[in-house]
């Protein structure tokens, strides 16, 4: 294994069959931590039988942020590879995006390109969320013009994936963590329990003065979803908000409830009865308090 590839990886599993078995195989050459959040489907039999060199920590879930930050301080490596349960490495994957974050020893955070299951592109790369930015997804403007900046930064309009550049932030489906980095801003931030935890994390690492970069040189496939289902609609905007209200303040975030909740309705009468029931309950959400009150509630 190259001198760069001095990386642990961490994979965060809760029920995560069955995908955890390719995702566990593309990296069983290198140190591997499963933090385990209660899985009841046979997980944790799949990764003491095929993986027996994976260490295997059982905790309470207390959401990704917390899995990660226990998996990250059980390892000394200098990356850490945070590797969603349904994702996994193409070929050379780890050591090409490990050697990538070598050449760039500013980057905290490295991203790759991700692929869906049937090869093509799936966009990881994103802008911070802002009033305008949500609205440009939750109004259907960015469907006006998908390859703008204007109307489509939140998932980087006008960027085909192709070229390394430093970015705003990337999905946390797969994250390459650089430990120095960690050691001065700070493990993730556990208040957010599924979502945006990436977000502000990397938001953190930008304003402290490191980078975010994105590498097509590394490929690994990630099955969209799969690790959530979409049962968890919920907490994407709870995550939008408390990202808001944390770096924008309160007033910020009511803002950006009261958008929201026009477009989570918008989606309830416009979408397919099979999708309306979610919009339905996230409208009932928002709808139900303040920002503030929705934050202090926890799930």
């Not at 959040?37 to 944790?44: A, E, I, M, R």
């Not at 060199?53 to 059982?58: G, Q």
């Not at 977000?199 to 496939?221: I, K, S």
């Not at 209200?245 to 309830?268: D, F, I, T, Y």
Request: charged share 25%.
């Amino acid at each position: 294994m190259p001198e760069t590839a001095d990386v642990a990886v961490v994979v965060v599993t809760y029920n995560a069959l069955p995908w955890l078995e390719p995702c566990l195989a593309s990296v069983e050459r290198y140190e591997t931590v499963v933090v385990d959040h209660g899985s009841t489907d046979g997980t944790l039999e799949l990764v003491r039988e095929r993986f027996p060199r994976a260490r295997v920590l059982e905790r309470e879930n207390r959401g990704l942020a917390a899995g990660w930050n226990a998996g990250i301080a059980e390892t000394s490596s200098r990356f850490v590879l945070l590797l969603n349960a349904d994702a996994w490495a193409v070929d050379d994957a780890v050591e090409r995006i490990a050697a990538f974050a070598d050449a760039h020893p500013r980057a905290a955070v490295v991203g790759p390109r991700l692929s869906n299951l049937d090869g093509s592109l799936q966009r990881s790369a994103r802008g911070f969320p802002t009033l305008w930015r949500l609205a440009t997804e939750y109004l259907f403007l960015r469907k006006l013009a998908p390859r703008s900046a204007a109307l489509n930064a939140l998932y980087a309009g006008g960027f085909a994936h192709d070229e390394a550049r430093e970015i705003d932030w990337v999905m946390g489906a797969v994250l390459l963590v650089r430990r120095a980095a960690v050691e001065e801003v700070g493990l993730a931030d556990e208040s957010f329990f599924l979502f945006s935890e990436e977000t502000d994390w990397c938001y953190r690492f930008r304003a402290a003065g490191w980078q975010v970069l994105f590498t097509p040189e590394a490929e690994f496939v990630h099955v969209g979803g799969a690790a959530h289902g979409g049962r968890m609609y919920r907490e994407n905007l709870r995550g939008q908000l408390r990202f808001l209200a944390k770096h924008h303040g309160l007033e910020e975030a009511e803002r950006a409830r009261r958008l929201l909740l026009a477009g989570v309705r918008a989606r309830a009468a416009l979408f397919p009865a099979g999708r309306r029931a979610a919009y339905r309950d996230a409208a009932g959400w928002l709808a139900s308090s303040s920002a503030a009150a929705l934050l202090r509630s926890g799930r």
